[in-house]
């Protein structure tokens, strides 16, 4: 059957459906129909339905109907995460008082901000946008994803909240929940389970032939070096991404737990493949 499978135009998802993308492996259940949109461009789109398969932020699990979580492709943080950069130091406190940049109101990144800082002034705006943002003045402090949490000194820009220090202190060293992929549960739990395999095989792929991945990866590197691109991979792209496993399954409940007690998500029921 053919499916429609979205992902970012990030390093680190490219390098999971790599083999899947092109050919390295294959299916007899599934012909794919690659969509590719910005994080928060696919959150939005899951609110729709539009997708049959879609990387989501672990935080728009809260506002989708009628997916399932696929245990596989998870973008798990060990011990780091999103970061808050600023021209200059500043506390929490005046932090919660700042025009913050935001790379989207869904984003994962955005509700452990909330968690640490509660509430600011946040502005919405493209992820690859806030580090200037951030120079220019246009607003007094950004929080980044992707691989602009490890550029961002080139900036001339510090590095004043850690997410992921956050986290692994407030839960005990549970992974970073940040993007995950599901699937419509309209194709029952069997033909899920048997993408989510599929999915599997192709990040297996990537990781053992992680040159060829990274040549395929660096079409979507934004005119980062190919050393930065694989730091950034190997990053996010690693063993709770090949089988989330209770740990990443906890972390993810954990999350909307946290959430939940601060009246930041609505009520509603995850579903895991």
């Keep these: 059957m053919e499916i429609s499978v979205g992902h970012t135009p990030d390093s680190d998802d490219a390098f999971m459906f790599y083999a899947m993308l092109t050919g390295k492996v294959t299916s007899p259940d599934f ?20 997708l049959d398969v879609t990387a989501v932020s672990a935080h728009a699990c809260a506002y989708i109907n009628d997916y399932t979580v696929l245990r596989s492709g998870g973008s798990f943080g060990k011990g780091y995460g999103p970061i808050v950069i600023a021209r200059e130091d500043m506390s929490a406190e005046r932090l919660s008082r700042s025009k913050i940049a935001i790379p989207g109101k869904m984003t994962s990144a955005f509700l452990l901000l909330q968690l640490m800082i509660g509430k600011a002034d946040y502005v919405e705006m493209k992820f690859s946008d806030i580090p200037e943002a951030v120079t220019k003045g246009t607003v007094d402090a950004g929080l980044v994803i992707h691989e602009t949490q490890i550029t961002y000194e080139q900036n001339n820009l510090r ?33 899920i389970r048997k993408f989510d395999e599929y999915f599997r ?48 399954e906890q972390a993810i409940r954990t999350l909307f737990q946290f959430a939940a007690e601060k009246g930041l998500v609505p009520d509603f029921e995850l579903k895991f493949a």
């Design 201 to 248: 095989e192709s990040i297996i792929y990537g990781m053992a032939h992680v040159a060829e991945a990274l040549d395929y990866a660096m079409e979507y590197s934004r005119g980062q070096p190919r050393d930065l691109i694989e730091r950034f991979v190997r990053m996010y792209v690693n063993d709770v991404t090949i089988e989330m496993g209770l740990l990443g």
């Design 31 to 50: 012909v794919v129909k690659q969509v590719v949109e910005d994080i928060e461009t696919l959150n939005r789109r899951a609110l729709t339905h539009e």
């Design 159 to 191: 590095k004043i909240l850690d997410a992921g220090e956050w986290w692994r202190e407030s839960t005990g060293g549970l992974p970073v929940p940040l993007g995950i992929n599901v699937m419509s549960s309209k194709f029952g739990p069997e033909t």
